[in-house]
């Protein structure tokens, strides 16, 4: 196995590391893909430091390189050749985890908005009472409760059946949607509170990290932009239909 790969999360904390890598270079299909489990101290393998990130500084990232890395059959994950299936469907899973963290960042920081809200007086009221900020208050809301909704509704879709014909473009649309939800709430956290909001020390909560750390989920499991490409090929493949588990 020979390659390299940046921004890998969690590099300070893992024994293995997950790669799909070819294995069937003359097979023009997805078969020629397959997934391994590579031990981290295995010979020919290194983790390359990167350079200082401006969030995100709660996990650990490097880039990875393989060289004529040579790996014994037991690390195969499933079969030679399944390793499209794998990545697609662990990758599924691992956008609605990207999903799930950002909602949880969204509901901390309209959490520590409206305690400032209620705080912060001007011209004898809180500001809480201002038409402006209720507005704000109302948009953050609404999108989180959207966002926990699709969240829910993947999550019994997946439980029901792992292998679902709508987990792909759910996660898709979780994550895609999620990042539309912390950029509004963080953007509007930042407003409520104004310039004590930019600062490290914030006696409110960590309102300049969740600002900053927010913005690297945008990437994480692929970009917007590759989220609108899955949903709209799996909107496509359904004629526009989408189905929900209801208990």
Same mark, same amino acid.
């Given at each position: 196995?020979? *390659?390299?790969?940046?921004? &890998?999360?969690?590099?300070?904390? #893992?024994?293995?590391?997950?790669? !799909? $890598?070819?294995? +069937?270079?003359?097979?023009?299909?997805?078969?020629?893909?397959?997934?391994?489990?590579?031990?981290?101290?295995?010979?020919?393998?290194?983790?390359?430091?990167?350079?200082?990130?401006?969030?995100?500084?709660?996990?650990?990232?490097?880039?990875?390189?393989?060289?004529?890395?040579?790996?014994?059959?037991?690390?195969?994950?499933?079969?030679? *050749?399944?390793?499209?299936? &794998?990545?697609?469907?662990?990758? #599924?899973?691992?956008?609605?985890? !990207? $999903?799930?963290? +950002?909602?949880?960042?969204?509901?901390?920081?309209?959490?520590?908005?409206?305690?400032?809200?209620?705080?912060?007086?001007?011209?004898?009221?809180?500001?809480?009472?201002?038409?402006?900020?209720?507005?704000?208050?109302?948009?953050?809301?609404?999108?989180?409760?959207?966002?926990?909704?699709?969240?829910?509704?993947?999550?019994?879709?997946?439980?029901?059946?792992?292998?679902?014909?709508?987990?792909?473009?759910?996660?898709?649309?979780?994550?895609?949607?999620?990042?539309?939800?912390?950029?509004?709430?963080?953007?509007?956290?930042?407003?409520?509170?104004?310039?004590?909001?930019?600062?490290?020390?914030?006696?409110?909560?960590?309102?300049?990290?969740?600002?900053?750390?927010?913005?690297?989920?945008?990437?994480?499991?692929?970009?917007?932009?590759?989220?609108?490409?899955?949903?709209?090929?799996?909107?496509?493949?359904?004629?526009?239909?989408?189905?929900?588990?209801?208990?």
């Amino acid at each position: 196995m020979n *390659g390299e790969k940046w921004l &890998i999360s969690h590099t300070d904390c #893992s024994d293995y590391t997950y790669v !799909i $890598a070819v294995t +069937n270079p003359d097979d023009d299909k997805d078969t020629r893909l397959s997934g391994f489990l590579v031990p981290n101290n295995a010979p020919g393998f290194e983790i390359v430091p990167m350079p200082h990130m401006m969030g995100c500084r709660g996990a650990g990232h490097a880039g990875l390189k393989f060289t004529n890395l040579v790996l014994e059959p037991k690390y195969l994950l499933g079969k030679e *050749g399944q390793g499209m299936e &794998i990545a697609i469907h662990s990758l #599924s899973v691992s956008r609605v985890h !990207i $999903a799930m963290s +950002n909602l949880g960042m969204a509901q901390r920081m309209l959490e520590i908005s409206l305690k400032r809200a209620n705080d912060r007086i001007t011209f004898g009221k809180p500001i809480a009472s201002r038409q402006m900020i209720k507005a704000k208050i109302a948009d953050m809301q609404k999108m989180i409760h959207v966002l926990r909704c699709a969240i829910y509704d993947f999550a019994r879709d997946f439980n029901k059946d792992p292998h679902n014909e709508y987990v792909t473009e759910k996660a898709a649309i979780c994550k895609l949607f999620s990042i539309d939800t912390v950029k509004l709430v963080s953007d509007e956290m930042l407003e409520i509170f104004g310039g004590d909001g930019y600062f490290e020390d914030c006696p409110y909560g960590p309102t300049e990290r969740l600002y900053r750390d927010c913005r690297a989920m945008w990437l994480e499991e692929g970009a917007p932009c590759v989220q609108r490409i899955t949903i709209a090929r799996e909107c496509q493949n359904h004629g526009g239909k989408i189905e929900y588990t209801f208990d």
